[in-house]
């Protein structure tokens, strides 16, 4: 294999590897996104419903009278 062609071979590999990392980071990007906004929706429901712990807390709730 010449040197041309071994260059050419790691030109293309490094051009598929940095088209890799920005689809990866694209990817990661868009999870953080979601991942705020989902906790952001949690904190909200959590507000919601404090005032009843047995909701957000199942072993707070209490037994129904025929247990």
Do not use: F, N
Not at 25 to 44: A, F, K
């Amino acid at each position: 294999m010449s040197d041309l062609q071994r260059l050419t071979t790691l030109e293309e590999r490094y051009a598929h590897l940095d088209r890799l990392v920005s689809e990866l980071s694209d990817v990661i990007y868009r999870q953080q996104q979601e991942l705020e906004t989902l906790r952001y929706q949690v904190t909200m429901l959590k507000d919601k419903v404090g005032g009843d712990p047995g909701i957000v807390d199942p072993a707070q709730q209490e037994r129904p009278p025929h247990y």
